[in-house]
T-cell receptor, first 113, second 116 residues
């Protein structure tokens, strides 16, 4: 079945450091890919998405590029802030079942001042 | 506009009991999906309702059920609770029209269920 693999956390960085959270997927066909973020005590929020190969999703300084050849969707940010501390989830879905997301295990990010 | 509202936020039950959780979607959203979040299994899809009909179902036993009302509000029910049902249950809404907003869901804060 479809699956998403994220790098193990937790990840701890100093403010203004560069962030990469790896995400790879296994799926039959070409899914849409997403990054969701969960801040403490809140529900998940869509951070960015890409619906086809080579698309780049971006939002709030975060970026991720849909790489079909490596089945990857790594999340990057050039300079993290304390307010970026949260759990980040990579996810995929297919258009025929768009609300049925398959999530990765999540990566806890802590940014220290 | 108001976000997705889930009630209750916290509840404690004992094994064998049943529980009903409620979700009010964002106004205008007709699709409601439910997810279970646990430390061991992560986020897992339970089911999705659209216009009062179940459109997709995840791999959960029949003890897990749901429904949607004409105003798009949804409830999920878990009967004969087991210890392993302890989890954060998340509701998500979207407009739900096929081919639109693919995978873009708006989540509530969740209902945290503890089974003793």
């Amino acid at each position: 079945g479809d699956s998403v693999t994220q790098m193990e956390g937790p990840v701890t960085l100093s403010e203004e450091a560069f962030l990469t959270i790896n995400c790879t997927y296994t799926a039959t066909g070409y899914p849409s890919l997403f990054w969701y973020v969960q801040y403490p005590g809140e529900g998940l929020q869509l951070l960015l998405k890409a619906t086809k190969a080579d698309d780049k999703g971006s939002n709030k300084g975060f970026e991720a590029t849909y790489r079909k050849e490596t089945t990857s969707f790594h999340l990057e940010k050039g300079s993290v802030q304390v307010s970026d501390s949260a759990v980040y989830f990579c996810a995929l879905t297919f258009s025929g079942s768009a609300r049925q997301l398959t999530f990765g295990s999540g990566t806890q990010l802590t940014v220290l001042p | 506009k108001a976000g997705v509202t889930q009630t209750p936020r916290y509840l404690i039950k004992t094994r064998g009991q049943q529980v009903t959780l409620s979700c009010s979607p964002i106004s205008g959203h007709r699709s409601v999906s439910w997810y279970q979040q646990t430390p061991g299994q992560g986020l897992q899809f339970l089911f999705e309702y659209f216009s009062e009909t179940q459109r997709n179902k995840g791999n959960f036993p029949g003890r897990f059920s749901g429904r949607q009302f004409s105003n798009s509000r949804s409830e999920m029910n878990v009967s004969t609770l087991e210890l392993g049902d302890s989890a954060l249950y998340l509701c998500a809404s979207s407009r739900g029209r096929q081919g639109t907003n693919t995978g873009e869901l708006f989540f509530g804060e969740g209902s945290r269920l503890t089974v003793l």
